[in-house]
């Protein structure tokens, strides 16, 4: 069974632009997570995506957003790009809601912001 | 609000030592937890995990971790450590709302 996959791998942009990201999570699971990984704040939690439906959203502000369609892939889109937002962006789907499942992340999108 | 503090940053150990990763967290009820492992440009992948039950709980290459609901701690520990076994490990509660809250994480070196 394939693995959680995040598109692209690698992206740089510039501030003030936006950026998608894209996760496709394993075949038959229904729950996404999305996280920001920085060496400064470490692993924190964005959002979870449930049957097309955010559950949980973490403590970001409203420039990052996210969706889910029907076949469970997700995207995030981070609009006004700022250097703060430079960041690994890690996926992580599971069977059902993640709240007490086990997660399985994908390699994450590294994105810098110039 | 749940928290979760791993106190060693960075933790080096000799290949064949044991090893003891400290995490303490902060939570009202029973938590949800999990141990991690990232290797360098990849996700974190599940060692292990607690729910209920046997407070002692065994993972994924060789890993074990043990709940002490008096000390709010959940210490991953390995016999005799390889040096296939440096990356980052996180540890991580589930609670309010089916959040989650990952610790800052603990970096092992392995010495040959």
New interface residues.
């Given amino acids: 069974k394939a693995g ?1 996959t995040q598109t692209p791998r690698y992206l740089i942009k510039t501030r003030g632009q936006q950026v998608t990201l894209s996760c496709s999570p394993i075949s038959g699971h229904r729950s996404v ?1 999305w ?1 920001q990984q920085t060496p400064g704040q ?4 964005l959002f ?1 995506y449930f049957s097309e439906t955010q ?2 959203k ?1 403590n970001f502000p409203g420039r990052f957003s996210g969706r889910q369609f029907s076949n469970s892939r997700s995207e995030m889109n981070v609009s006004t790009l700022e250097l703060g937002d430079s960041a690994l962006y ?1 996926c ?1 789907s599971s069977v059902q ?4 499942n ?7 999108t590294r994105l810098t912001v110039l | 609000a749940q928290s979760v503090t791993q106190p060693d940053i960075h933790i080096t150990v000799s290949e064949g030592a044991s090893l003891e990763l400290r995490c303490n967290y902060s939570y009202g009820a029973t938590p949800y937890l999990f141990w991690y492992v990232q290797s360098p440009g990849q996700g974190l992948q599940l060692l292990l995990k607690y729910f209920s039950g046997d407070t002692l709980v065994q993972g994924i290459k060789g890993f074990e971790a043990e709940f002490k609901r008096s000390q709010s701690s959940f210490n991953l520990r390995k016999p005799s450590v390889h040096w296939s076994d440096a990356a980052e490990y996180f540890c991580a509660v589930v609670g309010d709302a089916g959040k989650s809250t990952f610790g800052d994480g603990t970096t092992l070196t392995v010495k040959p």
Avoid: I, K
């Fill in positions: 959680v997570s996280y470490g692993l924190q939690f979870e559950r949980n973490g890690l992580a809601e993640s709240s007490y086990e997660q399985f992340f994908g390699p994450g």
